[in-house]
């Protein structure tokens, strides 16, 4: 059904004339603009509010894309003129340049439709420059394209869904707007960032009651509203977790654990800290696992009081780690456990030789300090040492 500006209802085959129509000056309408219905146009698999081309709620308004898609591929460009959640107005980006196309929809309420008020069409503009980008080619448009990509791999890298995008509309996105586009399509298939911290607790038991004796800490902070505390809800803070088949597995590994954290590069960034043990045949373990606010002190020390207490029972531990002040004040502390003679401590020698390299420059320089930190006896230490401070005293003392 086609409805003018006063809201009166017009039959669709009257052509109805309007100030700004067509170069024929007649106004022509397609069969798939006369009816909009919502609920036929919700976004499949995807629970929330109808949504037509006039809005576009959190879930994307399939309407719209398609609306888009369709100009996309006839490589026309058109801007927003007005969009909320009851009218939506496009022109052509060379509306007054030599084209009239123009298009006006409402929201008709009651009867749950989107109704066009008024369409200029078609396009009588011609290209004026040849462009490798759409603008209407937004991230909405591309996440839609891309989720059955994402729901099926969900690492798959943003390299493979741009070239994907721009084979399938004949425009090449940037990457920064394909990259939107994979987190808006995570954020529908798997939940947004809030949500997933939300279903931290739900995760947590879930493991408990799955694999009976897991262990896993849930540390929150107490939300202050204006001074007040607001007991109805919490942020979280650190979560330590560990499996039974991991603190098992453990007992029969080498006498010695990796620590290292790695830098979270989500929406509330963070630290994940883990614990690496090694079989008797050299393969690597992870015993356990932490997410902290960041490396410092006190989230070491919630890492490793933990760790200790749980997974690494036995004495005559080795501890490797690099030189973070957080990990040695956390070592050092008098209560935690992992003091000699029961925690030994060494040094991971992939970070000491990256920092060696960045004082002392040469491939040479640094291969000699890490064949004397991986000898075996104090001999060959001794016999790759000299060598080193034969090259460079300064060196050795770096090393010392």
Known sequence: MIADDSGD???????????????????????HFSSLDLDAMRQPGVSGEAAGFGARDAEGSAGMIEFQVGHIR??????????????????????????????RLSLRQRKGIWEVKRYNGPHTCLASSITSDHRRLDYHVISAFIMPMVRADASVSIKVLLNATA??????????RVWM????????????????????????????????????????????????????QAYFHRLFWTFPPCIEAFRHCKP??????????????????????????????????????????????????????HVTLHPGLLVISDRHNGIKAALEAPDGGWLPPAVYRAFCIQHVAANFALTFKGKD????????????????????????????????????
């Not at 009257?14 to 000056?25: D, L, R």
């Open 9 to 31: 209802d017009i039959g669709a085959s009257e052509p109805a004339s309007a100030g700004g129509g067509s170069s024929s000056g007649v106004q022509q309408y397609h069969p």
């Open 74 to 103: 006839r490589g026309v460009q058109y801007k927003v003129v007005e969009s909320d959640y009851r009218r939506y107005i496009g022109k052509c980006y060379e509306f007054g340049n030599g084209c009239t196309w123009l298009i």
């Open 167 to 176: 084979s399938h509309y004949g425009f090449r996105p940037t990457y920064r």
């Open 181 to 232: 586009a994979n987190q808006k399509a995570v954020a529908l298939i798997y939940g947004d960032w809030n949500e997933s911290y939300n279903e931290l607790p739900r995760w947590v038991l879930g493991v408990q009651v799955t694999m009976p004796s897991s262990i896993a800490v849930l540390r929150t902070s107490p939300v202050r509203i204006g001074g007040q505390l607001d007991e109805s």
């Open 256 to 309: 010695l654990v990796s620590i290292d954290g790695t830098h979270l590069y989500g929406k509330y960034g963070g630290t994940l800290l883990v614990a690496i043990a090694q079989d008797g045949n050299s393969n690597i373990l992870p015993v356990a696992f932490a997410l902290v606010e960041g490396e410092n002190a006190e989230s070491w020390s919630f890492f490793l009081s933990h760790l200790r207490q």
């Open 365 to 400: 320089a640094r291969r000699l300090l890490v064949n004397a930190a991986y000898a075996k006896t104090k001999v060959e230490f001794d016999y790759w040492f000299d060598i080193l401070r034969s090259e460079d005293p300064a060196m050795c003392d770096w090393a010392n």
